[in-house]
């Protein structure tokens, strides 16, 4: 497992706490659409931690420990019952948080908050979501992961698993191909999803991956790394599950195709409000005749992000300057009054 700041235990969880009553957790099912109990602590854990992950980029540990306290008060008890939150370091490729309950571990991905993560998500070319051509449920045999417990392994041959620069093709991707969003592709190539995956399992846990906006495109791209990695093996929809919120589109029609006829549907869930614009847009492939102008708007970006920073750093070496001449002008006037007092002696 990555390593992370860990944050305090959340003492949420006392020895009598249970879910509602029957009559309670039918309606909040009906209400939501879950089938099942575990369905619906998954659903209300995610839409927590979906939220508490952004105060995690806010300030220290506790602080976000003590708003997603706030937010689960808001639940009947035993609904989410988180018992510990961990969260990545600054550092990583994309910011989350891990939090575990009895049976599950979850990881929840940020959604846009930081300028570079607005240039992912304007990052709309597309790549090859997988380089291997091997039909549909085949195995690679190459770039196999273990499975804890199993004696034989299973084969991934994702692109997407591999974080070797320029392994997937780029926006050339035939139609018939799965490709997706080349912005969020790159986001989900920084994380250790077969290692968490891998953690889970020995810990014998569910794996709930979520996350809002950026951070559900984020969460269904590992989640179909990690389905594409088993597909030889038989992976309950309970054990590996997905949940997002206000997610845009993340690949083309060759890609839901390819989900249908996997069978992986019922891995993910995505909610959305009928408001929200974000699920509603539109993923166009890139064609070759529009490369030229695609490769300008990169360039355009990347110089844009360049006279971000630029301008960061000198906004930080002004406010260093204003400071070093309001302590010399401090010391000056000081030192004048001390200068006048003397003379009236």
Not at 160 to 165: E, V
Not at 212 to 227: D, E, F, I, P, W
Not at 242 to 263: D, S
Not at 308 to 313: D, F, K, M, S, T
Request: glycine residues 8%; hydrophobic residues 45%.
């Amino acid at each position: 497992m990555p390593a992370g700041r860990r944050g305090p235990a959340l003492p949420w969880q006392s020895s009598g706490e249970q879910p509602g009553q029957p009559a309670e957790d039918r309606s909040l099912l009906d209400a939501t659409g879950c089938q099942t109990v575990e369905e619906l602590q998954d659903l209300l854990s995610c839409l927590l931690l979906s939220e508490a992950v952004y105060k995690a980029a806010e300030g220290p540990p506790a602080a976000a420990a003590a708003a997603l306290n706030s937010l689960r008060a808001e639940l009947p008890p035993g609904l989410a019952p988180l018992l510990s939150v961990q969260y990545s370091r600054r550092s990583t490729e994309h910011r989350h948080l891990l939090a575990r309950s009895a049976t599950t571990l979850y990881v929840a991905f940020m959604g846009s908050k930081h300028p570079r993560d607005y240039l992912a998500d304007a990052n709309l070319l597309t790549r090859l979501l997988w380089s291997e051509t091997a039909p549909a449920g085949g195995s690679t045999g190459s770039d196999r992961i273990e499975q804890p417990g199993r004696s034989s392994s299973v084969g991934a041959g994702t692109a997407a698993a591999s974080a070797a620069p320029g392994a997937p093709a780029e926006s050339a991707a035939p139609s018939a191909a799965p490709a997706v969003h080349r912005g969020f592709l790159s986001r989900a190539e920084g994380v250790l999803i077969e290692a968490l995956w891998a953690h889970a399992q020995r810990q014998g846990l569910r794996l709930v991956l979520c996350g809002h906006s950026l951070g559900g495109a984020v969460a269904q791209l590992c989640t179909l790394r990690l389905l594409h990695a088993l597909r030889s093996a038989l992976t309950p929809p309970a054990a590996l599950r997905c949940i997002v919120f206000g997610a845009p589109p993340i690949g083309n029609a060759a890609l839901a195709e390819r989900v249908q006829r996997e069978g992986w549907e019922p891995h993910f869930l995505r909610m959305a409000l009928p408001e929200d614009p974000v699920p509603r847009l539109l993923l166009q492939p890139a064609s070759p005749a529009a490369a030229p102008e695609a490769a300008a708007n990169q360039d355009a970006l990347a110089a844009a992000e360049a006279q971000e920073q630029a301008a960061e750093v000198a906004g930080q070496a002004a406010e260093e300057a204003a400071a070093a001449y309001g302590a010399a002008q401090q010391q000056a006037w000081e030192r004048q009054q001390q200068l006048a007092l003397l003379a009236r002696l």
